[in-house]
């Protein structure tokens, strides 16, 4: 068997500039791909050293490759490899948690960003308050120059700047949260406040928290894709991730001192505010992309290209942007609506992009209210009824019903599976089972769920697709 080397980096690394925790496959895809784009256009100390709070298993395959690692576009007419190299060092806070505080508090750091997914925040997702119960928080107050979670690194490297007189670094989430500028800035401050209110003072005053809209599909690196990488370019890249041809990252322009990689030179979007942009990919990407899971899944696909390729589920998507979500979108800044949805339906149509029906539809009591339900207010106060967004909702409650249409099981994973199955079961008809299903505060506003006009519309789609099929029921949607 011939043995193949290991990918190594054919430059210097760059001097760091940013601090990123959380280096897993989406900062790699994304925040490392732009600003490996704005160092060769235009160079610059914008190296990032990427910090893992708990495992070593980024620096344990980045390292030996020097911190380089191969990015996989997965594109129809096939794949295309580019070798980044924008990484500076990788760190493990766990292993040694003073390294890491020292280089955040180089005052050659100007941005600290974050990937950490939600629980890395240590909030209460419901207000978006700081856990102080939480055991790692815990441990942080009690040691706080020794920290382990996110929230105490941030404010124990602000503290040593700040004693040492030097300007502070700007914190960037990057994660896929609604407000992540505002979530971020909250609990670090609260954190900083349990410690000193002077501090917490400072850091409200000085230090920066732009929000951002991050948006690439990035499915898991398997053991077949880094073989097929190896026997495509002749070298082993344990770190190499995949993800889709698109990328959208839109970013506050908010930076201490103006100072941030040219991000823009690789499409990233710098505007006054982000929240437009947050609507529109919610309302229109995340919320067609339910409907596609439900009712694709109920037609019987398997996945989400599948689903679009079949021309009446592509239609469904163009109608219901065109009637029902994009009149409740505000206009964000330097955005094409057209163009945007355009977008959307070639990326759902990628069929490189594997993504299953059943995997979006998880957890939809907590997707829903976000979602779709938003926009279907929305159009209720307007005067109109959505009945596209209304077959959604039904067929979310088909679904979490657990039975599909050829009388198989579903296997329904949503934290309020048991209670949602209970609810369906609970009631023999079409209506009994809505109703029974809307009286869900937990998922449900009562301000919408006592709209009669709600009621009857989600009440007369689900008897379509109990009746006729998912299929059908879009059909008849389309036809109206």
């Not at 000085?206 to 077949?224: G, L, S």
């Not at 979108?329 to 094409?336: A, I, K």
């Not at 009440?459 to 389309?478: E, F, H, I, P």
Request: proline share 7%; glycine share 8%; with cysteine.
């Amino acid at each position: 068997m011939t043995e193949h080397p290991r990918l190594k980096r054919n430059t210097a690394p760059p001097k760091p500039g940013i601090v990123h925790l959380g280096p897993g496959a989406f900062f790699k895809a994304f925040n490392a791909v732009y600003t490996d784009d704005a160092l060769r256009d235009g160079g610059g100390n914008w190296g990032i050293v990427a910090v893992s709070l708990q495992s070593d298993r980024a620096a344990r395959e980045l390292r030996p490759q020097g911190c380089a690692y191969t990015s996989v576009t997965l594109g129809a007419a096939g794949h295309e490899t580019r070798v980044i190299q924008s990484l500076s060092d990788v760190l493990v806070a766990k292993q040694d948690p003073q390294a890491v505080l020292s280089i955040m508090s180089d005052p050659a750091i100007s941005i600290v960003s974050l990937t950490i997914t939600e629980k890395g925040y240590c909030h209460n997702p419901a207000t978006g308050t700081l856990r102080l119960d939480a055991p790692e928080i815990q441990f942080d107050l009690a040691n706080p120059t020794n920290p382990q979670s996110a929230p105490g690194l941030i404010v124990e490297a602000l503290v040593r700047r700040y004693s040492a007189g030097a300007v502070p670094f700007t914190v960037m989430s990057c994660d896929n949260l609604p407000d992540n500028g505002a979530l971020v800035r909250g609990v670090v401050l609260e954190f900083a406040r349990a410690r000193d209110p002077l501090l917490a003072e400072w850091i409200a005053k000085e230090v920066p928290f732009p929000a951002t809209m991050v948006d690439r599909i990035t499915p898991a690196t398997t053991p077949q894709d880094i073989v097929r990488l190896t026997e495509q370019k002749g070298y082993v890249d344990l770190a190499c991730v995949q993800h889709e041809p698109f990328r959208q990252w839109v970013i506050e322009d908010h930076f201490v001192g103006g100072r941030r990689p040219r991000w823009e030179v690789g499409g990233a979007q710098i505007v006054r505010s982000v929240a437009a942009h947050e609507t529109m990919k919610l309302r229109c990407l995340n919320g067609t992309h339910s409907t596609l899971a439900y009712l694709g899944y109920l037609a019987g696909y398997e996945s989400i290209a599948e689903t679009v390729a079949d021309p009446d589920f592509a239609t469904l998507c163009t109608t219901l942007w065109e009637r029902e979500i994009l009149p409740t979108v505000p206009q964000p800044e330097g955005e094409d609506f057209q163009a945007y949805v355009e977008s959307l339906l070639e990326r759902y149509r990628n069929p490189a992009i594997h993504h299953r029906t059943w995997q979006i539809a998880m957890d939809g009591s907590q997707k829903l209210p976000q979602r779709v339900l938003g926009t279907i207010k929305d159009r209720l106060d307007a005067g109109h009824i959505p009945n596209g967004l209304c077959l959604t909702v039904a067929g979310w409650m088909r679904y979490v019903g657990g039975i599909d249409e050829q009388g198989q099981t579903i296997d329904v994973r949503d934290p309020l599976a048991t209670d949602l199955r209970a609810a369906s079961d609970s009631a023999e008809n079409a209506s009994g089972k809505v109703n029974a299903l809307l009286a869900m505060d937990a998922v449900f506003d009562p301000a919408l769920s006592g709209d009669p006009r709600f009621v009857q519309a989600v009440t007369n789609a689900y008897r379509q697709l109990s009746d006729q099929g998912a299929a059908a029921a879009v059909r008849q949607y389309l036809n109206t």
